[in-house]
């Protein structure tokens, strides 16, 4: 069965022969996504040009269950990240 997601080692991996070592493609992979962190907790929002906007979200609290002893549980509220992708990433 083929894998269908890309996990952080992947990003790395295809930068790595983009750039040609796999040292300075972490330390690529890593800056990006800690610069990305940085905007959102700095302004709630980080819109990258032709791939897509991330924002924070305040989610609700919410009614959930216990998997195993589907007893009934109060889950409170939190921040989540939502990832909307430009029109160019979808065609």
């Known amino acids: 069965m083929r894998r269908t997601t890309m996990n952080r080692l992947d990003v790395i991996k295809a930068v790595a022969k983009v ?7 972490a330390e690529a992979v890593q800056a990006a996504f800690g610069t990305i962190r940085a905007g ?23 009614l959930g269950r216990n998997p195993r002893t589907g007893q009934q ?3 409170p509220p939190r921040i989540g990240i ?7 990433v979808l065609n």
Do not use: W
């Open 19 to 25: 750039v040609g070592s796999k040292e300075q493609a």
């Open 40 to 62: 959102l907790d700095r302004d709630r929002k980080v819109l990258i040009t032709n791939f897509g906007t991330f924002r924070l979200q305040q989610r609700r609290p919410r």
């Open 82 to 88: 939502r990832f909307k992708a430009s029109r160019n």
């Open 73 to 75: 549980v109060s889950v």
